[in-house]
């Protein structure tokens, strides 16, 4: 996948396993890619490796044909074992690999992404050349229990001072992503607000449309 086509990426969802149980990945991923979402993250943190593959193979099969990208969460081996575009890392996850071995460890990946949670961190990110960053969460979000939101002034400041395309994350919401709009963003992901919608493919097209007018 080419960053041209990364930096034309706009709404970015999630097959995320805590709040898809019992649910066919692949036709939760299809359910997406049909309301706009343009890059998919699968997210397993509580599965095993073995099982992390299987889900993501199930999604990378169905976002083929649409050449959505689909990322995934931490696994490097897994993201290279499916043949996903890449890999998202979370701040410790990307301490944890030796500045020397970065290279080599990510070289089979076109995109790595980064979650950010700070104006230092963005700038570090960029830095270190990674292709996207995550910004947030911008609002409360169960899926970071316990995590203080860096609130809408973090995103006027990476829209001021950073240049790698990066996705507001956490807590959005269609009664809110106004907020982040106005702030300057052009990408967000969203997970809650899509995955426990009671149409999927309706709640990421109602998103896209904001994104669109931009």
């Known amino acids: 996948m080419s960053k041209t086509r990364l930096a034309g990426c706009r709404l970015y969802g999630f097959v995320d ?20 979402v343009d890059i998919i993250q699968v997210r397993a943190k509580e599965k095993s490796h073995a099982d992390r593959v299987d889900l993501a193979q199930k999604v990378v099969s ?40 970065r290279a080599e460890r990510l070289a089979n990946m076109r995109i790595v992404g980064l979650s950010t949670h700070s104006l230092e961190q963005a700038l570090a990110a960029e830095r270190d050349g990674a292709d996207y960053l995550g910004v947030g969460p911008v609002f409360p979000t169960a899926t970071k229990p316990g995590v203080k939101p860096v609130g809408v002034e973090l995103v006027r400041e990476v829209v001021a ?44 097209a109602a998103f896209r449309i904001r994104l669109e007018k931009l």
């Open 62 to 101: 169905a976002a083929f044909q649409y050449k959505v990208p689909v990322i995934i969460n931490d696994d490097i081996q897994a993201a290279f074992e499916t043949g996903a575009d890449g890999v998202h890392l979370g701040q410790e996850d990307w301490a944890a690999i030796p500045r020397e071995e």
């Open 161 to 204: 001072r950073v240049h790698t395309p990066f996705f507001a994350i956490g807590g959005i919401t269609l009664d809110n992503i106004g907020e982040i709009i106005e702030a300057g963003a052009t990408r967000v992901a969203v997970v809650f607000a899509i995955l426990k919608a009671p149409d999927r493919s309706k709640a990421a």
């Open 17 to 36: 396993t805590a709040y898809i149980e019992g649910l066919d990945p692949g036709e939760v991923a299809r359910e997406l890619i049909a309301g706009g």
